[in-house]
T-cell receptor, first 113, second 113 residues
C-alpha cells in the first residue's frame, strides 16, 4: 500500500524562526509532490509543488525533495502567527491511477508570537 | 481561471434523512473530480472519484453514492444518513493527469443529529 507519513505534531516554533516540516513516502516511483496548508475549519490550499530533486523556493517557502531517500520537506522562513495551520503532504504515485494523490495526515504547526 | 463551487457550507441533518451535496467546476473541461471526507482530527479520506461523465469509482463501502451528470458537476448523495456520516466533505478537481495537484472547494460541514 502506498503511504505518506508525516509527524502529526504539534510543531511549535517562535515567530521569526524557521519551521521545518517533513514527509516520507513509500512509492519509489512517485513523480509529483505537493504541500497543502489547511487552516482550522477551512479546506486545504495548495502552496507548493515540486517534481525534481533539490530545492524550490517561493517567497518564504522552500520545498526540498530527495527521491533517493523518499523524503520531501517544507521550510517556512520568518514564520508568522498566520502560518499556524495544518500542513498536508501529498504525493502522485506511479503506475495506473497516478492522478490520485496520496495524502499524509498532516502536521499541525503553531507559531508562537 | 478555474474555480470550484461547493454548497451548502454547513448542514445539520437528522439521522435517516437524505443528503445531496453539489460541486461544480468552471473554467476547465474534462476535469477529474473527487469527493473527500475529513472527520474531526483525522486525515482526508477519499470517497469517490470520477474521470468522466457517468464514471464513478468508489473507494470505501458505505451508504453514500456519487453521480456525475455533467462534465463539471459532481454530486454526493445518501438515502439515509447515519451519525457516522458527520464530517467535513470536500470536493476537489484536477486536470486529467493530476500533475498539478488538486484544487479543493470550500467544503461542507455536515452534522448528523
Amino acid at each position: 500500500q502506498k503511504e505518506v507519513e508525516q509527524n502529526s505534531g504539534p510543531l511549535s516554533v517562535p515567530e521569526g524562526a524557521i519551521a521545518s516540516l517533513n514527509c516520507t513516502y513509500s512509492d519509489r516511483g512517485s513523480q509529483s509532490f505537493f504541500w497543502y496548508r489547511q487552516y482550522s475549519g477551512k479546506s486545504p490550499e495548495l502552496i507548493m509543488f515540486i517534481y525534481s530533486n533539490g530545492d524550490k523556493e517561493d517567497g518564504r517557502f522552500t520545498a526540498q525533495l530527495n527521491k533517493a531517500s523518499q523524503y520531501v520537506s517544507l521550510l517556512i522562513r520568518d514564520s508568522q502567527p498566520s502560518d499556524s495551520a495544518t500542513y498536508l503532504c501529498a504525493v502522485n504515485p506511479s503506475g495506473a491511477g497516478s492522478y490520485q494523490l496520496t495524502f499524509g495526515k498532516g502536521t499541525k504547526l503553531s507559531v508562537i508570537p | 481561471s478555474q474555480t470550484i463551487h461547493q454548497w451548502p457550507a454547513t448542514l445539520v441533518q437528522p439521522v435517516g434523512s437524505p443528503l445531496s451535496l453539489e460541486c461544480t467546476v468552471e473554467g476547465t473541461s474534462n476535469p477529474n473530480l473527487y469527493w473527500y471526507r475529513q472527520a474531526a482530527g483525522r486525515g482526508l479520506q477519499l470517497l469517490f472519484y470520477s474521470v468522466g461523465i457517468g464514471q464513478i469509482s468508489s473507494e470505501v463501502p458505505q451508504n453514500l453514492s456519487a453521480s456525475r451528470p455533467q462534465d463539471r458537476q459532481f454530486i454526493l448523495s445518501s438515502k439515509k444518513l447515519l451519525l457516522s456520516d458527520s464530517g467535513f466533505y470536500l470536493c476537489a478537481w484536477s486536470e486529467p493527469g493530476g500533475r498539478y495537484g488538486y484544487t479543493f472547494g470550500s467544503g461542507t460541514r455536515l452534522t448528523v443529529v
